[in-house]
Structures are given as C-alpha cells and as structure tokens.
C-alpha cells in the first residue's frame, strides 16, 4: 500500500503564492498528479507529471501559474502555485498511477479514476 501525505496548504489573499508537497512512500515507479474538489463540485484534475518528469499537463484555468515539478530522492511532488485566486480555494490531492509498462516513462493521467493511490487533501483557500 502507498502512502500519500500533502502539505502546504493554508490561508492566502489573492495573488499570493503557494507551494503544496506531496511525499509518497513509494515513487519513482509512479507518474504523480494533483486534483482539486471545491465545496458542492467534482474533484477535477490540476496538473499531471510523467514517471520521468519529462512531460507535464496542466488544466487550462492554471495553466501559466502552478507548475508541477517532481523529486525522485526525495520521493516528492510538488504544486508551485502562483497568482493564486479565490476559485483556487479547493482541497488539493495528490494521485499515484503505477507504471504498469517501461515504456510508460513520458506518460501522465489526467483521468481521475486511472489513479491507484490518493493523499489525504490539504486545504488551501484563497480570499479576495
């Protein structure tokens, strides 16, 4: 069983900053990604970074302000999130998708339902 554990969340004004983390137990073998569930709507999908790091994804409302970055020693992901606005505010997860081929290395998921694992969420809100 993978263990996913976010932080970073917290309470900023509009147009802060903020950097989410998500360790993993297990990692280098994982392509990683990070969703969102606002109060009263879906979970949809952020931003998806390959098993490699090679290759990212972003949804079009963040595009240009979070990035999305890995670090294989440190068994970490991470969520820069910039110019931040109070839409953002939202529960923030992190998701594990196992890399079921070698040849999967380039590849991410923006599908929520192809991940195997999911963090426990880290609120961030965003006030106008």
């Known amino acids: 069983q993978v263990q996913l554990v976010e932080s970073g969340g917290g309470l900023v004004q509009a147009g802060d900053s903020l950097r989410l983390s998500c360790v993993s137990s297990a990692f280098s073998s994982y392509a990683m990604g990070w969703f969102r569930q606002a109060p009263g709507k879906e979970r949809e999908f952020v931003a998806a970074?390959?098993?490699?790091?090679?290759?990212?994804r972003y949804a079009d409302s963040v595009k240009g302000r979070f990035t999305i970055s890995r670090d294989n020693a440190k068994n970490t992901v991470y969520l820069q999130m910039n110019s931040l606005k109070p839409e953002d505010t939202a529960v923030y997860s992190c998701g594990a998708r196992y890399s079921r081929s070698p040849f999967d290395n380039t590849v991410c998921y923006t599908g929520e339902s192809v991940y195997d694992y999911w963090g426990q969420g880290t609120q961030v809100t965003v006030s106008s």
């Open positions: 970074i390959s098993r490699s790091g090679g290759t990212t």
